[in-house]
Each structure stands twice: as C-alpha cells, then as structure tokens.
C-alpha cells in the first residue's frame, strides 16, 4: 500500500505560479510511476502531467505544455509539479497519482494509488 499526500495548492493571480508536492509512503521500495491530474467544478478528472521512475521520461497534457514541469526527488519520495503562467482555466482540485509502472502514465487506468487532492485557484 502507499500514501500518497499532496500539499502547495493555494490561491494565485494570472500569471503567477505554484509548486505542488506529493510525498509518498508505505510501501514505496518499488519502481513507481507518477503522475499529476486534475478536476476542475463540473468537469471529468483529467491528466495534465507524469514521469517515469527514473525520472528521465516525461508526459505534459498539451494544455500545459511550457508552463508547468514535472519532477522528481526518489530520496524524499516527493514528486513536484512547477506551474507557471497559470491561468484561471487552471482552477481545479489537484491530485497526485503512483503505481508500479515501467513507463509514463497517461491516463488514470494506470493508476492504483490517488492522493486526496489540493485545490488550486487562479483568479483573473
């Protein structure tokens, strides 16, 4: 079993920025995959970034693709998401995702283990 818990949401102007953590625990001796989704108010969950265990492959929904960066740090356990240039369309509940999966998850079928989700607010 892991936990996955994520923090850094928060309230930002248009263009401003954010960096979202998730920090993961239990049973993380594995080789997991991570990814970051996101569900704004009347809308279905929907991915927006992911990186393989390494580290060294990369996903990004094209929605997002220049202004946010996805990372990790296998020592801590902690992946990030740096989003730049956030607009208002960004507005959603965050959440972080893992599972032991060899490449880059796009979509949530890949996923077995969900964090409970931060909220991100971009006012314009």
């Known amino acids: 079993q892991v936990e996955l818990v994520e923090s850094g949401g928060g309230l930002v102007q248009a263009g401003g920025a954010l960096r979202l953590s998730c920090a993961a625990s239990?049973?993380?001796?594995?080789?997991?995959?991570m990814g970051w989704f996101r569900q704004a108010p009347g809308k279905e969950r929907e991915f927006v970034a992911a990186?393989?265990?390494?580290?060294?492959?990369?996903a990004y929904a094209d929605s997002v693709k220049g202004r946010f960066t996805i990372s990790r740090d296998n020592a801590k356990n902690t992946v990030y998401l740096q989003m730049n240039s956030l607009k208002p369309e960004d507005t959603a509940v965050y959440y972080c995702?893992?599972?032991?999966?060899?490449?880059?998850?796009?979509?949530?079928?890949?996923?077995?283990?969900w964090g409970q989700g931060t909220q991100v607010t971009v006012s314009s």
């Open positions: 995702a893992a599972d032991t999966i060899s490449g880059v998850g796009t979509s949530e079928s890949w996923y077995a283990y």
């Open positions: 990186i393989n265990w390494s580290g060294r492959s990369t």
């Open positions: 239990g049973r993380t001796s594995g080789s997991y995959g």
